[in-house]
């Protein structure tokens, strides 16, 4: 199963059913909008209500945790963890469905990318199974070093603000390396309007992760997913910029620019696309596919149209970047073929076929290493973004 294993192993969640026919992902684009299962009609023939039409009083709703303040304004942040994993998400109505999938299995994002990344997710024990081990804490930190650091950015359309009274603010949550991250996907904006200009600003959010994340020691993998079904702006808009991440560019900048600064630093940057209407080979779907293919490459796009299954596409980047696909193939069925899941071989077969393209050019590689440039890297890490030189860089 998926599963959302808690923050040490407990509370699996088993929500596995196979895919929707999109229903459920395009009904995002008409608000207010909800399905419910018919009830039975009564027998004309006999006295009495319907089936199924007794009232019952529904379960008690346990209070929402209480979950403290969090800043999300846009300013710089230094990682110092060993690596770092940024998901990007378009906070638009129309991917809507697939925040509530991230915030529910949050923890297993984290500790399942953990121990793919060197460290150890840790086990609550079950007296219900034989043999179980007993409890243990997870293993986040090396050295004095935490393993992981995972972080999060929101993204509307940048090019609405201020027309028609709309505000599609870009937010960045702290980054974060456990349960206090269930705080920060919970502040995060969940309702922008977008533009209808036929993209979101992606841009913005690759734009804050090449000049405002700082790097001050040396470090394994640097990741940034973004969850989308939009395009991106080819180029970014100085006064975007400047209005909502306080950054001075001194004219348009082409996005490939920002993308390619990124890589020459050891980025890895990638692209989980939603299907944009309510079938996946919808022209618009298609014609954003072929134009992040182009800014990022065939096998860094990965085509996504089961919702509940965002983690773990997002868990196998994480074990793609460290060169242990086999591994999380391993791990991936044994959580879902299992004798109680009957979805189990569609889950499976869901997230191997997304994953497809980048598997089969990165699947049996080394953990990956981006090229980098000897005479611009600075000697301590990564500590901004640099002029790239074509004729000097080389494999690290």
């Known amino acids: 199963m998926s599963g959302n294993f808690g923050w040490r192993g407990e509370s699996r969640d088993r929500d596995d059913a196979a895919p929707s026919a999109f229903s459920d992902a395009h009904s995002a684009y008409s ?58 998400i378009d906070t638009t109505g129309s991917v809507g469905p697939w925040r509530p999938e991230l915030f529910k299995r949050l923890a297993f994002l984290f500790l399942k990318s953990l121990d793919f990344l060197g460290g150890k997710s840790g086990h609550k024990h079950d007296p219900t199974v034989d043999n179980d081990p007993p409890d243990s ?40 390396s456990g349960p206090e991250l269930e705080g920060y996907l919970h502040h995060m904006r969940k309702d922008c309007d977008g533009g209808g200009n036929d993209c979101e600003s992606s841009d913005m959010a690759l734009l804050y992760a090449d000049r405002m994340l700082n790097f001050p020691h040396s470090i394994r993998q640097k990741l940034f997913v973004i969850v989308t079904d939009e395009p991106y702006p080819e180029v970014i808009d100085p006064e975007h910029a400047m209005r ?18 990124l890589r020459t630093r050891g980025w890895s940057v990638w692209c989980v696309q939603k299907p944009y209407g309510s079938y996946p080979s919808d022209p618009t779907t298609q014609a954003t596919r072929d134009k992040w293919k182009k800014l990022l490459g ?32 391993a791990d991936l069925r044994s959580r879902h073929l299992t004798p109680g899941n009957p979805y189990g071989r569609v889950n499976v077969d869901t997230v191997l076929t997304s994953l497809a393209p980048a598997s089969t050019v990165l699947g049996a590689a080394r953990p990956l290493r981006a090229p980098q440039s000897r005479r611009l890297l600075p000697a301590g890490g990564d500590s901004g973004p640099m002029v790239i030189d074509a004729e000097i860089v080389e494999d690290a």
Do not use: C
Not at 49 to 62: K, Q, T
Not at 245 to 256: F, H
């Open 244 to 261: 909502w991440l306080g950054i001075t560019l001194q004219a348009p900048t082409p996005l490939r620019k920002v993308v390619d600064s």
């Open 298 to 329: 065939n096998e860094r796009v990965v085509d996504l149209d089961d919702a509940r299954r965002v983690v773990d596409v997002i868990i196998g980047i994480v074990a793609l970047a460290a060169g242990k696909f086999d591994a999380f193939t």
């Open 31 to 88: 608000p207010g909008t909800s399905y419910t299962r018919s009830m039975p009609s009564a027998d004309p023939g006999t006295v009495g209500p319907a089936p199924f039409s007794r009232r019952v009083d529904p379960d008690p709703v346990p209070p929402s945790p209480a979950y403290p303040p969090v800043d999300l304004t846009v300013r710089p942040h230094t990682i110092s963890a060993l690596n770092y994993l940024g998901v990007a």
């Open 137 to 176: 804490a997870p293993v986040t930190m090396i050295d004095g070093r935490k393993i992981l650091e995972l972080q999060f950015v929101g993204f509307g359309d940048a090019s609405v603000n201020g027309r028609y009274g709309r505000s599609d603010t870009i937010e960045v949550a702290p980054p974060g």
